[in-house]
């Protein structure tokens, strides 16, 4: 647990020393929002029923801008290299790194969905269940985008792959949201979807630290 807090320190002291690993997802979304509304216009018919999926695919491509270079710096200073011949887990370390990444990129955006979804006419409980969905998808989306990264680590430019890796395990967080942002529209029950986003997060914080530390050592020892 030592290992653990001392690693989420350093990936917060790394944040503070640059911050435009934080501050770029948030203008991303911004702009992605800002050309959606200009894209569609800005009625509020027209918003108000994409509002809430739009919002979310912005904050969700958001993180891949981040998540590709979330262990290359570790691999060129050799902070990778010691970890992997120390007794220190790579488990806890890949974990500190998602928890790191979930806290300074995705709770500032929280925090700020309310404001957008009041410019983009949702109602109250829309903004309410808006939140609630990123929060039960974000963490998710984090761990997947570190396998991506991880597998990718030793690629010069590896954006685009780890992308390409990524995408395609996004879609049941992103089918399960959308059919909560839909139930809530029409005023049905959104409990089961609350429990399969919760089952995939519980599903991905028992598996996805295992692959991206198995990723990190392979990439360590090559």
Known sequence: MTFFLRTLFREFLNYRRKPGLFLNPLIFCGLVVFLFVVGIGPEKAQLNPVASIFIMIASLLSVLMSAESSYAQDLEDGSLELVVVSSNSLLLYSLAKCVAHWLVTFLPLI????????????DVDQIHVLCLG????SPTVTLLASIGSAMTICLPRNGVLTSILVLPFYLPPLIFVTGLFEATSLGQDVSPYVYWLTGLLLLALGL???????????????
Do not use: K, N
Request: hydrophobic share 65%; proline share 6%.
């Open 208 to 222: 996805a630290p295992l692959a991206t530390s198995a990723c990190l050592r392979i990439a360590a020892e090559d």
């Open 111 to 122: 925090s700020l969905v309310p404001l957008i979804g009041i410019g983009l006419f949702l």
């Open 134 to 137: 990123i929060l039960l998808v």
